[in-house]
């Protein structure tokens, strides 16, 4: 059903764009390995939510936190 990723841990995920405070704006670059750790780094943190808890967002999906915030509670199983 499904196929296995070719992904590696190298590869680009995401450019997420600096709100430009100090200077002009700049794209950072992520990548795959900077994401899980992240998320590992988050759900071994956290360990209160999971499959019965529901997750509301409340910041623009352009923050890195609530990228991360969102990964994290669905790796935990939340809705």
Do not use: W
């Not at 071994?44 to 997750?55: A, K, L, P």
């Amino acid at each position: 059903m499904f196929q296995e990723s070719t992904t590696r841990p190298d590869d680009v995920a995401l450019i997420m764009y600096t709100s430009g405070t100090t200077g002009a704006p700049k794209g950072v670059v992520l990548l795959q390995k900077n994401i899980v750790a992240a998320v590992c780094g988050q759900t071994n943190g956290v360990g209160i939510i999971g499959h019965t808890d529901t997750y509301i967002g409340y910041l623009p999906l352009a923050h890195i936190l609530e990228l991360d915030a969102e990964l994290t509670a669905l790796c935990c199983g939340c809705r």
